[in-house]
C-alpha cells in the first residue's frame, strides 16, 4: 500500500508544480489585465472568475469569453496561456498513464495483490517453489484431491501459466526468487496455515536455501525437497528436512523391486496410480543376464549400482567418461547411438539396455540401434522432456524414467496421504506371494480403473456417527464398517489394508477387531464403496442400519410414537 | 550545499511570510487585507504542499500534514471570499473579512509549525 502511494504521489511532483505555476501565472495575468464590459466602462476579472475561465481553457473545454466579451489585450494573454495550459495538463496525464504501464508500479500492485491474496487464504496449503513440469504435475495432482497450494517461480512466463492451466482449486502464484528469504515469506511461509515447504527447482543449491529457510523460519512445517547429488542429499538431512527425493535413486529402487518382487512393485504402482486412470500391465525384468548402461551420468550410476548388487553382469557405454568417472566393471566409450559401440558392449548377449543419457533423441536412437541388433531386449528409457511424449509413447519401452513424474508422484502420495506412504514402505519388507495374493483381491474389486485408496480417521470431525456410538461403550467391528448401508446383507467393494493404532500399524487388518476412538485407516477398493462408507461413518440412522437392520425412526415425533409404540 | 532543500526551504519559509503579511492589520479592515496576497499565499502554500509529497520519512509526513491543514484553512477562506463576493452580493463586510482573515490566521499557525519542524530538522542533522 505504502510502496504504491509514495510511486504515485513521487513521479506526480513535477506535473503537479508545473500545474500550479502555469495556472497560477494565467490566473494572474487574466485578473491584472483590465477589460471593458458591454457599456465601456473599465474592468478587472476577479480570481473567482479567473479561476473558472483557466480551468476550462486548460482543459480545453471552452465555454466562451466571461463574464463580458474580451478585449485585445485579454485575447492576447489568453492565447499565450492556451499553449502552456493544455501542454501542461497532457504532460500530467501522460506521467500519470506511464506511471499506470510502469514495470516497476505493475509490480508493486501485483506484489499487493498476491500478498492480499495469501493474508485471505482460509485453506491449510503447500508453498510450492518451482513451477517447471514437476511443479505443474504435482499441483495438478494436489488440487484434484482438494488441497490447496501457492506457487513461487523464478520466470513470469510459468506462473503466467498457472492462469491458463485449468485446475480445480485456486491457486496463487507468485514470480519471485525462492532463494530469497523475503520473497518466500510474502509467499506466506510464515502464515499460521502454511502445511509444508516443497522445493523443487531445478538447482540443488535452490532447493538448500529454500529448505534450510523454511527449516529457520518456520520450523514445524514439513519441508519435502527435490535433489538429485548425493551430497546435497546429506547436506539437506543434517539439518532436518523432512523428506528428501531423487528420481534416480527412486526409480533404481523401483526397478530393483520389479526385479526381485514383481507383484509387489505392481502393488506399489497400482496403489500410487490415482483416480480415474486405467490398470497397468505388470513388468517383469529378466533376472539374471547381462545389462548394457548407456550413460554413465546420475541416473546410469543410480541403476548399475543397484544391478551390481543384484548379481548382473553390467557393461557401461558412455561418451565422456572424463566427466563422469568410469565404472569398475566393464566399459565401452561412445554414444551407444551407433552399432558398432553396442556390439563392442555385447548388445547381441544383453538381456536388458538401460538408454540413461540426458538427451531424449539419443536415448531413442539408442533403442531403435539396439533392437535391430537384438529383437529381445527389456528396455528401460529415461525421458528428460515431458513433451517428448508421443514418440516416447511409439518407442514403446518398458520402463520409462520420467524424473519429474516420479517426483510429483512421490510428493503427492507423501501430502495428499501419508498413510499410504507409510504402507507402501512397510510393503517393501513382505514377501512377493504375499503381494500377488492382495494384487488378485484387489483385481477383483476393480476392473481396469485403478483402485481408489482412502484414509479414515475415526475422530470426531471425519467419522462423527461411529464416534458417537463407540462413546456410548457399544462394540463396532471392522467387518460391520464394510458393509453396504443400502443393503446390510452385501459388502462394499474394499479392502482394509493397514490399521494404525498408537503409533502402531497392523498390515491387513482382521475384520473381526472392533475400532476404537482415533484410529486410522487404509482402505483400497472401488469409487463407490467410498463413497458409501463415508455415508455410514457420518450418518447415524445408517449405521444404526447396518448394525440393527432397522431403519430408525429419524424425526422427534416419530421417535416419540415409536417409543410409545414399543411401551 | 543541495538546490533542493534551498528550494524546499526557500516555500515553506516564502509560505509563511506571505501568509503573515496578509495576516497583519485590523482583522476586519478589508482594505487591510489584500486579495493579490490572499492569491500568493495560496499558490505558494499549494506549491509546499506539492514539495513534501513522497517522502517517506516521519518528519515528512508530519510536514505534509501541516501543509494539508493550511491548504484546508486557505481554501475555506477564498470559499468564503467568493461566496461574500459573488454569491450573496453582500460584498466584503467586516464580518466576511475577519472570518477570511482568522482562516488564513489557522493557516499561518500551521505554516508556524511548518517551520519550526524544518529548523529542528536543520538542527539534528548538525552538518
Redesign the interface.
Known amino acids: 500500500m505504502?510502496n504504491i502511494v509514495?510511486l504515485i504521489?513521487?513521479r506526480?511532483?513535477a506535473p503537479?508544480?508545473a500545474l500550479?505555476?502555469v495556472y497560477?501565472v494565467a490566473?494572474?495575468g487574466m485578473?491584472l489585465i483590465p477589460g471593458q464590459d458591454a457599456d465601456g466602462n473599465v474592468w478587472h476579472m476577479?480570481?473567482?472568475h479567473a479561476f473558472y475561465f483557466v480551468s476550462f481553457m486548460a482543459s480545453t473545454i471552452g465555454f466562451g469569453e466571461i463574464p463580458h466579451a474580451f478585449n485585445a489585450a485579454q485575447r492576447l494573454w489568453v492565447s499565450f496561456s492556451i499553449f502552456f495550459t493544455v501542454v501542461v495538463w497532457l504532460y500530467s496525464i501522460g506521467t500519470v498513464l506511464a506511471l499506470l504501464k510502469d514495470e516497476t508500479f505493475q509490480r508493486a500492485l501485483a506484489e499487493r495483490r498476491f500478498a492480499r491474496k495469501i493474508k485471505h487464504l482460509g485453506d491449510p496449503f503447500y508453498l510450492v517453489c518451482g513451477y517447471g513440469q514437476t511443479g505443474e504435475a504435482l499441483v495438478r495432482s494436489l488440487t484434484e484431491r482438494n488441497q490447496h497450494a501457492v506457487v513461487v517461480d523464478i520466470l513470469e512466463d510459468r506462473v503466467s501459466l498457472l492462469q491458463i492451466e485449468n485446475l480445480r482449486e485456486y491457486v496463487p502464484g507468485f514470480c519471485g526468487d525462492a532463494r530469497l528469504p523475503a520473497h518466500l515469506l510474502e509467499a506466506g511461509l510464515n502464515h499460521p496455515l502454511c502445511e509444508g515447504v516443497v522445493a523443487l527447482t531445478n538447482s540443488n543449491e535452490a532447493n538448500l536455501q529454500i529448505a534450510i529457510t523454511a527449516k529457520l523460519l518456520h520450523p514445524e512445517i514439513e519441508v519435502i525437497c527435490r535433489a538429485d547429488s548425493h551430497d546435497i542429499e546429506a547436506n539437506m538431512a543434517s539439518f532436518g528436512t523432512d523428506h528428501i527425493i531423487d528420481p534416480f535413486d527412486t526409480f533404481a529402487l523401483h526397478l530393483a523391486t520389479a526385479i526381485q518382487a514383481p507383484c509387489l512393485s505392481l502393488l506399489q504402482d497400482w496403489l500410487s496410480l490415482g483416480h480415474g486412470n486405467l490398470l497397468q500391465e505388470p513388468v517383469y525384468p529378466p533376472s539374471k543376464g547381462l545389462w548394457v548402461v548407456c550413460g554413465y551420468g546420475r541416473f546410469g550410476k543410480a541403476i548399475y549400482d543397484k544391478l551390481i548388487r543384484e548379481g548382473f553382469e553390467v557393461v557401461v557405454v558412455e561418451a565422456s567418461p572424463d566427466a563422469t568417472g568410469i565404472p569398475a566393471t566393464a566399459f565401452v566409450m561412445g554414444r551407444g547411438t551407433e552399432a558398432e559401440t553396442l556390439s563392442q558392449a555385447n548388445i547381441e548377449r544383453a538381456v536388458g539396455l538401460v538408454a540413461g543419457t540426458d538427451n531424449d533423441a539419443n536415448n531413442l536412437s539408442i533403442i531403435m540401434t539396439a533392437r535391430g541388433l537384438n529383437r529381445d531386449l527389456f528396455v528401460i528409457l529415461r525421458q528428460n522432456r515431458k513433451e517428448n511424449d508421443p514418440v516416447i509413447e511409439a518407442v514403446g519401452a518398458d520402463m520409462v524414467m520420467l524424473p519429474s513424474q516420479i517426483i510429483a508422484n512421490q510428493i503427492r502420495v507423501l501430502l495428499g496421504a501419508p498413510l499410504q506412504h507409510q504402507f507402501v514402505k512397510l510393503v517393501l519388507h513382505q514377501e512377493d506371494e504375499w503381494a500377488c495374493e492382495l494384487i488378485s483381491r484387489i483385481s477383483a474389486l476393480v476392473n481396469h480403473h485403478a483402485p481408489e485408496v482412502w484414509e479414515v480417521a475415526f475422530t470426531e470431525e471425519d467419522s462423527h456417527a461411529v464416534c458417537a456410538h463407540v462413546r456410548r461403550g457399544s462394540k463396532l467391528t471392522l467387518a460391520d464398517l464394510m458393509r453396504d448401508p443400502r443393503d446390510r446383507e452385501r459388502k462394499l467393494p474394499c479392502i482394509p489394508l493397514m490399521l494404525l493404532r498408537h503409533n502402531e500399524r497392523t498390515l491387513l487388518p482382521d475384520p473381526g477387531i472392533s475400532v476404537q476412538k482415533d484410529d486410522h485407516l487404509l482402505f483400497c477398493g472401488s469409487y463407490t464403496g467410498r463413497d458409501r462408507m463415508e455415508w455410514t461413518l457420518q450418518n447415524e440412522n445408517a449405521l444404526s442400519y447396518i448394525l440393527t437392520g432397522e431403519a430408525r425412526p429419524e424425526g422427534w415425533v416419530w421417535r416419540h410414537l415409536s417409543k410409545r409404540g414399543a411401551r | 550545499m543541495n538546490p533542493e532543500k534551498v528550494l524546499f526551504g526557500f516555500f515553506i519559509v516564502l509560505a509563511l511570510t506571505l501568509n503573515f503579511g496578509f495576516f497583519v492589520g485590523e482583522l476586519d479592515n478589508p482594505d487591510h487585507h489584500h486579495?493579490?496576497e490572499l492569491?500568493a499565499v495560496i499558490?505558494v502554500n499549494?506549491?509546499a504542499t506539492?514539495?513534501k509529497?513522497?517522502d517517506?520519512t516521519q518528519m515528512g509526513a508530519v510536514l505534509l500534514a501541516t501543509s494539508l491543514v493550511a491548504m484546508l484553512q486557505l481554501f475555506a477562506a477564498?470559499l468564503v471570499w467568493?461566496m461574500a463576493?459573488?454569491v450573496t452580493g453582500s460584498g466584503m463586510t467586516p464580518t466576511a473579512t475577519a472570518s477570511v482573515v482568522s482562516l488564513s490566521g489557522g493557516a499561518m499557525l500551521a505554516n508556524v509549525i511548518s517551520v519550526v519542524l524544518l529548523i529542528i530538522e536543520t538542527v539534528m542533522l548538525r552538518r
Do not use: K, P
Request: overall charge neutral; glycine content about 4%; proline content about 0%.
Open positions: 505504502d509514495f504521489f513521487r506526480m511532483r503537479l508544480l500550479i505555476v497560477s490566473m494572474l485578473v476577479d480570481f473567482f | 486579495v493579490y492569491f499558490v499549494l506549491i506539492v514539495l509529497f513522497g517517506r477564498a467568493t463576493e459573488h
